[in-house]
Nanobody, 123 residues
Framework: QVPLVESGGGLVQAGGSLRLSCAAS????????MGWYRQAPGKERELVGI???????NYTESVKGRFTISRDNARNTVYLQMNSLKPEDTGVYFC?????????????????WGQGTQVTVSS
Protein backbone atom coordinates (compact mmCIF):
# COMPACT_ATOMS: atom_id res chain seq x y z
CA GLN A 1 0.00 0.00 0.00
CA VAL A 2 0.93 3.64 -0.40
CA PRO A 3 2.00 5.29 2.86
CA LEU A 4 -0.05 8.30 3.94
CA VAL A 5 1.35 10.74 6.49
CA GLU A 6 -1.06 13.08 8.25
CA SER A 7 -0.34 16.23 10.21
CA GLY A 8 -2.07 19.26 11.64
CA GLY A 9 -4.27 17.95 14.41
CA GLY A 10 -4.42 19.51 17.85
CA LEU A 11 -6.49 21.22 20.50
CA VAL A 12 -8.60 24.24 19.60
CA GLN A 13 -11.44 26.17 21.17
CA ALA A 14 -14.91 26.08 19.71
CA GLY A 15 -15.17 28.49 16.81
CA GLY A 16 -11.52 28.07 15.94
CA SER A 17 -9.83 26.59 12.89
CA LEU A 18 -7.42 23.81 12.05
CA ARG A 19 -5.87 22.60 8.84
CA LEU A 20 -5.02 18.95 8.33
CA SER A 21 -2.62 17.67 5.70
CA CYS A 22 -2.15 14.20 4.25
CA ALA A 23 0.70 13.35 1.91
CA ALA A 24 1.02 10.16 -0.13
CA SER A 25 4.44 8.83 -1.06
CA UNK A 26 5.85 6.28 -3.48
CA UNK A 27 5.68 5.84 -7.23
CA UNK A 28 2.09 6.82 -7.82
CA UNK A 29 0.43 6.77 -11.21
CA UNK A 30 -2.86 8.26 -10.16
CA UNK A 31 -4.90 9.13 -7.10
CA UNK A 32 -8.55 8.87 -8.00
CA UNK A 33 -10.05 9.81 -4.64
CA MET A 34 -8.67 11.37 -1.49
CA GLY A 35 -10.82 11.82 1.52
CA TRP A 36 -11.12 12.38 5.23
CA TYR A 37 -12.92 10.30 7.80
CA ARG A 38 -13.25 10.72 11.55
CA GLN A 39 -13.97 8.58 14.55
CA ALA A 40 -15.28 9.98 17.79
CA PRO A 41 -14.87 8.05 21.06
CA GLY A 42 -17.34 5.19 21.20
CA LYS A 43 -18.57 5.78 17.67
CA GLU A 44 -17.92 4.26 14.29
CA ARG A 45 -15.72 5.89 11.70
CA GLU A 46 -17.67 8.26 9.47
CA LEU A 47 -16.99 10.07 6.22
CA VAL A 48 -16.16 13.76 6.52
CA GLY A 49 -15.60 14.53 2.87
CA ILE A 50 -13.92 13.38 -0.33
CA UNK A 51 -12.13 14.99 -3.25
CA UNK A 52 -12.46 13.23 -6.59
CA UNK A 53 -9.83 13.51 -9.30
CA UNK A 54 -12.10 15.57 -11.57
CA UNK A 55 -12.33 18.25 -8.90
CA UNK A 56 -15.66 17.36 -7.41
CA UNK A 57 -16.03 17.31 -3.64
CA ASN A 58 -18.63 15.84 -1.37
CA TYR A 59 -19.14 16.46 2.34
CA THR A 60 -21.20 15.01 5.10
CA GLU A 61 -24.06 17.31 6.00
CA SER A 62 -22.75 18.31 9.43
CA VAL A 63 -19.59 19.92 8.01
CA LYS A 64 -20.95 21.60 4.90
CA GLY A 65 -20.08 25.28 4.82
CA ARG A 66 -17.43 24.86 7.51
CA PHE A 67 -14.93 22.35 6.10
CA THR A 68 -13.14 22.48 2.77
CA ILE A 69 -11.10 19.76 1.09
CA SER A 70 -8.45 20.70 -1.43
CA ARG A 71 -5.65 18.86 -3.23
CA ASP A 72 -2.17 19.58 -4.46
CA ASN A 73 -1.72 16.99 -7.19
CA ALA A 74 1.95 17.80 -7.70
CA ARG A 75 2.62 16.88 -4.06
CA ASN A 76 0.04 14.06 -3.83
CA THR A 77 -1.34 15.90 -0.84
CA VAL A 78 -4.86 16.54 0.37
CA TYR A 79 -5.86 19.19 2.89
CA LEU A 80 -8.82 19.59 5.18
CA GLN A 81 -9.49 23.17 6.25
CA MET A 82 -11.80 23.14 9.24
CA ASN A 83 -13.43 26.40 10.32
CA SER A 84 -16.03 27.21 12.95
CA LEU A 85 -15.12 24.05 14.81
CA LYS A 86 -17.57 22.58 17.27
CA PRO A 87 -17.01 20.20 20.20
CA GLU A 88 -18.85 17.51 18.22
CA ASP A 89 -16.07 17.66 15.61
CA THR A 90 -13.74 16.08 18.16
CA GLY A 91 -12.24 12.79 17.09
CA VAL A 92 -9.41 11.07 15.31
CA TYR A 93 -9.25 12.14 11.69
CA PHE A 94 -8.06 9.65 9.10
CA CYS A 95 -6.97 10.27 5.56
CA UNK A 96 -7.84 7.80 2.79
CA UNK A 97 -6.50 7.61 -0.75
CA UNK A 98 -7.38 5.31 -3.64
CA UNK A 99 -5.55 5.05 -6.91
CA UNK A 100 -2.79 3.12 -8.63
CA UNK A 101 0.94 2.78 -7.96
CA UNK A 102 4.02 0.87 -9.00
CA UNK A 103 4.44 -2.35 -7.06
CA UNK A 104 6.75 -5.20 -8.05
CA UNK A 105 7.24 -3.60 -11.49
CA UNK A 106 3.52 -3.57 -12.15
CA UNK A 107 0.77 -1.00 -11.94
CA UNK A 108 -1.42 -2.00 -9.00
CA UNK A 109 -4.42 -0.41 -7.30
CA UNK A 110 -4.14 0.84 -3.75
CA UNK A 111 -6.55 1.85 -1.00
CA UNK A 112 -4.54 3.33 1.84
CA TRP A 113 -5.25 4.87 5.23
CA GLY A 114 -3.25 7.29 7.30
CA GLN A 115 -2.39 6.67 10.92
CA GLY A 116 -4.89 9.22 12.19
CA THR A 117 -4.50 12.60 13.84
CA GLN A 118 -6.35 13.77 16.94
CA VAL A 119 -8.58 16.82 16.76
CA THR A 120 -10.01 18.07 20.04
CA VAL A 121 -12.42 21.00 20.19
CA SER A 122 -13.08 22.42 23.64
CA SER A 123 -16.28 24.23 24.53
Amino acid sequence: QVPLVESGGGLVQAGGSLRLSCAASGIIFSIDVMGWYRQAPGKERELVGIHINDGRTNYTESVKGRFTISRDNARNTVYLQMNSLKPEDTGVYFCNAQGSHLLAFERRPFDSWGQGTQVTVSS
